[in-house]
C-alpha cells in the first residue's frame, strides 16, 4: 500500500520539529483487532517504521514478551523481567531503552509502541515524554475504535482481572472505565471497521463522548499517518482528562444518542444524593465531571462513572478555598477553567456533569440531580448550617486503611 514520502508527512523530515530524534506514535485501545490493524496500516503507509509490542499476557510467568517487527515481518524478540509484580512497571522499564536502541540505529523514521490490550496511553505518553531526552519525539497518540464494539465496552462492568486483561494482580479497574480514558485522552481516535459494521449511532455516540478528537478512518492511511506525525502536548492531554479542569463534552442530540451537560451553583445535600448515586451511575453509558458537597465546602470531587459503576474521589481544593498566594501555583489551565464557573459567592465551587447515552431519559435525569441539591429552606441556614448536615461520603472519600 503507497503512502506520503518523507516530505509529505509533517514532522518526517529534515526540519521538522523531530529530525534529530525518533518519532514515536503510541496506539492502544482494547479493540485488540482494531489496534492491530492501525498499526500494520502504519506500517505500510510510512517507509522505514517499526512496531514495538510488549505482551502481558505471559505476566503470570515472570516475564513481558517484546516484539519488534516492521512491513515484512517480525525483526526481533526478547523478554523483560516483571518489576514488582507488576506487568505494566515492566513495560515502562523496558520501553524507553528499547525505543532508544532504535533511535541510535539511525535507520528506523518511526516507531509505532503498540500498547497491550489494558495498558492507558496516559502512562506511557508521559514516560516517553519524561524519558526521551533528545533521542525521542513523541509526535501522536492514537486509540483504536471498533464502532460496532464502543457501547458493548462502555457498558461492560467486569473486573479486568475476570476479563483476563489486569496488569497487576493488584489492578482493580474495569473493563468499562479503563476503554473510557483509552477514548478520552487522545487527540486522534481511528476508526476501524470490524465484521459488524458500527450504524449512525456508534459514530454519534462516539462523536459525543470525545467531540474534540480527530476521527480517522483507518482505509485513509495518508490521513493516518499524518497524524502519526501531528505533534502530541502531554500536559494539554492531562489537562483534558483532570477533573477540575477537563474540556467535557456539550450538549448534543444526534441518532438517539444524547449528552446532558448539568450546570449548578448550589451544594448537593450529601444524604440524597448518595441515596441516589445507584439511579444516576446507571443512568448513562458515560458521565463525569466535578461536583460540589455542601459539608465539604472546600473539596472538589470528581465523578467518574462507566458500565454502571461510579468512581468518587476527592480532587483536591476548590481554587476559592486556597489562599491568594497558593493561586501562583495553580496550572494556568486550571485558572482558566475555574474563571469560567465562577459565581460571585462560591467562586468556582459547582455542579457540572455530563451524561452521554443512547437513549437519554434528559428529563428523568434532570430531575433527579435537583432532587439531589439543597433546597431553598437548607441553602438559605449557609455554610455553617451545611457543615453541621449528617455525612455519607466517608467511606467513599475517607476510607479507613
Not at 477553567?337 to 452521554?356: K, N
Request: aromatic fraction near 4%.
Amino acid at each position: 500500500m503507497g503512502g506520503p514520502s518523507r516530505d509529505e508527512v509533517p514532522g518526517g523530515g529534515p526540519g521538522g520539529d523531530a529530525a534529530d530524534r525518533l518519532s514515536v506514535v503510541i496506539v492502544g485501545g482494547l479493540h485488540s483487532d482494531a489496534r492491530r490493524t492501525v498499526v500494520e496500516r502504519l506500517l505500510r503507509a510510512v517507509p522505514g517504521s517499526v512496531a514495538l509490542h510488549h505482551d502481558l499476557a505471559s505476566a503470570a510467568e515472570g516475564t513481558v514478551q517484546r516484539t519488534v517487527r516492521d512491513a515484512g515481518g517480525v525483526l526481533d524478540t526478547g523478554e523483560a523481567p516483571l518489576v514488582n509484580d507488576c506487568a505494566c512497571c515492566a513495560l515502562r522499564e523496558d520501553l524507553v531503552p528499547e525505543l532508544e536502541r532504535l533511535a541510535d540505529g539511525r535507520t528506523c523514521r518511526l516507531a509505532v509502541v503498540e500498547l497491550w490490550d489494558s495498558v492507558e496511553p496516559k502512562a506511557m505518553a508521559e514516560v516517553v515524554t519524561a524519558c526521551g531526552g533528545a533521542a525521542l519525539a513523541l509526535t501522536g497518540v492514537i486509540t483504536a475504535v471498533d464502532p460496532a464494539l464502543l457501547l458493548p465496552y462502555l457498558g461492560c462492568g467486569d473486573d479486568l482481572a475476570e476479563a483476563g486483561l489486569a496488569a497487576a494482580a493488584s489492578d482493580q479497574r474495569t473493563v468499562a472505565d479503563t476503554w473510557a480514558r483509552q477514548l478520552e485522552y487522545p487527540p486522534v481516535l481511528a476508526v476501524v471497521p470490524g465484521e459488524e459494521e458500527g450504524d449512525a449511532a456508534d459514530l454519534a455516540l462516539l462523536a459525543q463522548l470525545h467531540p474534540t478528537a480527530r476521527l480517522v478512518d483507518v482505509r485513509s492511511p495518508g490521513q493516518l499517518a499524518a497524524e502519526a506525525f501531528a505533534g502530541f502536548d502531554v500536559e494539554a492531554a492531562a489537562a483534558r482528562q483532570h477533573p477540575a479542569c477537563a474540556l467535557l463534552p456539550q450538549e448534543a442530540e444526534a441518532d438517539g444518542v444524547g449528552t446532558l451537560v448539568w450546570h449548578r451553583t448550589r451544594p448537593f445535600h450529601p444524604a440524597r444524593l448518595y441515596a441516589a448515586l445507584e439511579d444516576l451511575s446507571c443512568a448513562a453509558a458515560r458521565s463525569r465531571g466535578r461536583f460540589w458537597l455542601a459539608d465539604r465546602p472546600d473539596t472538589l470531587l470528581s465523578w467518574d462513572a462507566a458500565g454502571g459503576a461510579l468512581c468518587v474521589e476527592n480532587a483536591g481544593p476548590w481554587l476559592a478555598a486556597l489562599p491568594d498566594a497558593a493561586w501562583e501555583l495553580v496550572p494556568p489551565v486550571r485558572r482558566a477553567a475555574a474563571a469560567m464557573d465562577w459565581h460571585a459567592e462560591h467562586g468556582d465551587r459547582a455542579q457540572h456533569l455530563v451524561f452521554t447515552s443512547p437513549g437519554l431519559d434528559r428529563d428523568g435525569l434532570a430531575s433527579l440531580l435537583e432532587s439531589c441539591l439543597l433546597t431553598d429552606e437548607e441553602y438559605a441556614g449557609g455554610p455553617r448550617a451545611w457543615k453541621r448536615l449528617a455525612p455519607a461520603f466517608d467511606e467513599l472519600l475517607d476510607p479507613v486503611s
